[in-house]
């Protein structure tokens, strides 16, 4: 549908296309030196008054002489659009911006006056650093991409907007250096974010559920991060960052499992301090998998695993527990489950409580009352603290769930069951695929020039090529300067 | 994929790993005892209990049967779980018992059935086991982590040996040496190790070392580390009942081996490097060291040579002397290898020691 060249028309049109849009405002003016009535319609919500009264209103009356058409109305706004489709006229105002009808024109001006409601950029919450930046993603792609284009002052960085949803109408950036990504890895995300047909992408962590590779897998195949300084790391691997309008957590892929495992303060300390810290997250991992399921393989099983004085100690703590190992476990594993879970959606006054009386409960009320025993306790203590260490909270989680599994084949097949439980896992993560790349690089397949970033970290000057991981077509990442 | 991951379930079920031994459920033997009463076996089992309505933490059982493998049949009668031996601490095996019968036989249960241990310390206890088996002692822990406790740490300081089942039965079936194992006795009502038990190459109980005798068994057999210590009189130096006490921090210990005259002859040289511990003797050590050095060394050949000698006379030898007649002397040794006992009694061992001491303590 064209845009009506009299004023009276387009009112029509507006009142046929927003009925009852109370917070659309719809001014027409007479500008007096150029002898005809302008129309400005702008949603009151999403735009920025201050922007339509000084940038707008203010030099259209007063310093507009004599303009004959659209194109030589004073504004100053910098980023001005025209178009002569009420379709755009339309999404336009959706998006904040304001719009400028002439009388007897056909063409309407798009002005950038957007001002929605939108908060200052803060600490990053979930993933907080010591050393890292202290910024974190907000809800506008727009402040997103800036913080991105902070670090990389650099014309390879591309950007690439498509629209998701129907309804939604969401941006999605996709951010890669063109040197560096490999172009297929790129077509192929392009391509699955095309393919998407849904109302509204709200967050993300949507998006990443409707493009991953293997939905059936328990582990994340993309990462979230709220970090721009991540982002940017993952970047310079040639990987691709995916931001997405309303979300303050931007998607990053291709990924490799090992990738979950590092922290951008990896990169800011002393290598033999981020080895350090990286062999305590690897083992970390496999106590929070597996250290429950031993402890029951153990009881239930293999007591002969145990030395004789810690069986005694053992024996003795469980003298009162009427339970057999697997239900005491998943009774306490239930119980730090619901105790995270009650904390996390609580206000933070309330959170604390709930530590408190979980705490005392947990902690002293059921191995006094005999119901669990003191070593479950403190197995279960160091499976959560083992599973809180694991920095990105996706992994995390999928770490607690199959740690569940683990205790239910070890209770019916002890360390046979759990070797057998492990073995599947490491099938499965060596088959898993994350947009075509193989998701356990650098292990499955072994590439062992890669090694020198995963859970031990080399000192960076070594590290001179990125990892193939993501396929990127420029390896080099910089040259020897030490020895 | 999905088939062979269903085959995999399906096949665990049928294996028997589906058969679990609860810790709660079982009777864990820590320490098994063997003595005979008038010619019947008495096997014993002493487990620890958990439960908070039992007055005792520690149930012991003793049953008559004609082997262990019955015999735990029979504790399973009695015992309040299943009797299990994967945690044996120690099988403490009575004097009186070990002279009459050769103890590997009624082992055997424990070398076969892989579920049991065979780390398990193997003891001979001087006196009835029933007294050992059933004593409380206030200040002690658990039996079983009382006697393991107890010969580890004195096997440290060298006055008993520690011989697990596995050490016993590699020594028993090498024909080169003869099995040994530490000894324990109770006295004042207290149990006490007491040296070393050693046993033929049938595995019957022959003698026993004192405490005083086996550091030096160690020496011979080059176990020195950390250190062997030993007390000595100064009488030869200083004319009166004094001690010395000296440590043995290094050393070296060589063998020689030939064969001559129809018999092996043995040169053990021993390089003793000696620190001293304690001087209660008044001797001005700055000048006398020669005198010192001699005179430790002597006590050394001294007391290497008495014992080699107890061994020929009992035609044992743990030390391992057949292993060196075998390394060097083949031919020979092939002849006598299965009666080794008799041709070690026949042979000739010589002993020469140095000692050196490399420190005279902090005080002068």
């Not at chain 1, 005392?360 to 959560?384: E, F, H």
Request: hydrophobic share 45%; net charge positive; with cysteine.
């Amino acid at each position: 549908m064209w845009i009506p060249s009299s004023l009276a028309e387009v009112e029509a049109t507006i009142q046929a296309t927003w009925g009852e849009t109370p917070d659309l405002v719809v001014c027409r003016l007479n500008v007096r030196q150029l002898k005809k009535d302008v129309l400005l319609l702008y949603l009151d919500s999403l735009a920025d008054k201050n922007s339509i009264n000084n940038n707008v209103l203010q030099p259209l009356l007063f310093e507009t002489h004599d303009a004959t058409n659209v194109e030589e109305v004073a504004v100053l706004i910098g980023q001005k659009k025209y178009t002569n489709l009420w379709s755009e006229v339309e999404t336009a105002v959706f998006q904040g911006e304001s719009v400028l009808f002439i009388d007897g024109e056909q063409q309407a001006l798009l002005l950038d006056t957007q001002g929605w409601p939108q908060r200052a950029i803060a600490e990053p919450q979930v993933e907080s650093s010591i050393k890292g930046a202290h910024q974190g993603f907000i809800e506008t792609s727009g402040k997103n991409i800036a913080l991105i284009r902070r670090y990389l002052p650099n014309r390879e960085l591309k950007v690439k907007e498509l629209i998701v949803g129907r309804r939604g109408k969401t941006k999605v950036a996709l951010l890669y250096l063109e040197d560096v990504t490999h172009p297929e890895v790129l077509k192929e995300l392009e391509d699955r974010i095309r393919m998407i047909d849904v109302d509204a992408v709200v967050n993300t962590g949507e998006l990443m559920q409707l493009i991953e590779d293997n939905p059936f897998s328990p582990f994340p195949q993309f990462l979230l991060t709220e970090r721009p300084d991540a982002a940017v790391s993952n970047l310079l691997q040639g990987r691709i960052v995916v931001v997405v309008d309303r979300s303050p957590s931007v998607m990053i892929a291709p990924m490799s499992f090992i990738a979950f495992f590092q922290t951008i303060d990896d990169y800011s300390t002393r290598w033999m301090i981020a080895t350090f810290l990286r062999l305590l997250r690897t083992l970390a991992f496999f106590i929070a998998i597996f250290l429950p399921s031993l402890y029951i393989a153990a009881i239930s099983f293999h007591y002969e695993l145990l030395p004789l004085n810690l069986i005694l100690t053992v024996g003795e703590s469980r003298e009162q527990v009427p339970l057999p190992p697997i239900l005491e476990a998943i009774l306490m594993e239930l119980a730090i489950e619901m105790l995270r879970e009650a904390g996390l959606r609580l206000p933070a006054p309330i959170g604390q409580t709930v530590g408190i009386v979980g705490g005392v409960v947990i902690g002293q009320a059921a191995v006094q009352a005999g119901l669990v025993s003191n070593i479950m306790v403190v197995v279960v203590a160091i499976t959560a603290i083992g599973s809180f260490i694991i920095p990105n909270p996706d992994m995390s989680e999928s770490v607690r769930l199959i740690r569940f599994p683990m205790m239910i084949v070890s209770s019916l097949f002890g360390v046979i069951g759990m070797a057998i439980g492990l073995m599947i896992l490491v099938i499965h993560l060596a088959c898993l695929e994350s947009l075509g790349t193989p998701f356990g690089s650098p292990f499955a397949p072994v590439r062992f020039r890669d090694w020198k970033d995963t859970v031990v970290r080399f000192p960076l000057w070594t590290m001179r090529s990125r990892p193939l991981s993501a396929h990127p077509i420029q390896l080099k990442r910089q040259t020897k300067t030490r020895k | 994929m999905k088939a062979a991951a269903l085959l995999l379930c399906v096949a665990l079920f049928l294996s028997g790993c589906g058969m679990n031994t609860k810790l709660d459920s079982l009777t864990m033997t820590l320490t098994l005892g063997l003595d005979t009463d008038g010619g019947k076996l008495l096997s014993y089992s002493s487990s620890p209990v958990f439960n908070k309505d039992a007055k005792e933490h520690t149930e012991v059982i003793e049953v008559n049967a004609s082997s262990l493998r019955e015999g735990r049949y029979k504790i399973d009668l009695f015992a309040s779980g299943r009797a299990v031996g994967g945690k044996i601490q120690n099988v403490v095996i009575g004097k009186a018992f070990a002279k009459k019968k050769e103890i590997p036989s009624l082992l055997d249960v424990l070398y076969r059935d892989p579920k049991n241990s065979t780390t398990a310390l193997l003891i001979v206890y001087d006196g009835p086991v029933k007294e050992l088996m059933e004593s409380k002692q206030k200040d002690k822990p658990r039996l079983a982590v009382a006697i393991k406790d107890l010969i580890m740490t004195t096997a440290v300081d060298k006055q008993t040996v520690k011989a697990n089942l596995l050490d016993f039965h590699r020594t028993l079936f090498d024909k080169g040496c003869t099995p040994f194992a530490s000894e324990m006795t109770r006295k004042n009502g207290k149990m006490m190790a007491n040296g070393t038990a050693l046993f033929d190459n049938k595995g019957k109980y022959i003698t026993s070392l004192s405490p005083k005798e086996t550091p030096f068994l160690q020496l011979l057999r080059k176990e020195i580390k950390p250190a062997i210590p030993f007390t000595l009189r100064t009488a030869a130096l200083t004319g009166k009942k004094e001690n010395i006490s000296v440590s043995i921090e290094h050393g070296k210990v060589r063998y020689e081996t030939r064969y001559r005259n129809g018999r092996f002859q043995f040169h053990v040289q021993i390089d003793a490097g000696v620190i001293i511990t304690e001087k209660i003797a008044d001797i001005d050590i700055s000048k006398k060291q020669k005198q010192l050095e001699k005179m430790i060394a002597h006590e050394i050949k001294t007391k290497t040579t008495a014992l080699v000698k107890t061994f020929q006379h009992h035609h044992v030898d743990p030390v391992g002397f057949g292993l060196y007649a075998r390394a060097y002397e083949y031919d020979h040794w092939k002849k006598v290898e299965n009666d080794w006992g008799k041709a070690f009694a026949a042979a000739d061992v010589s002993v020469s020691v140095k000692a050196k001491v490399i420190s005279y303590g902090v005080i002068h």
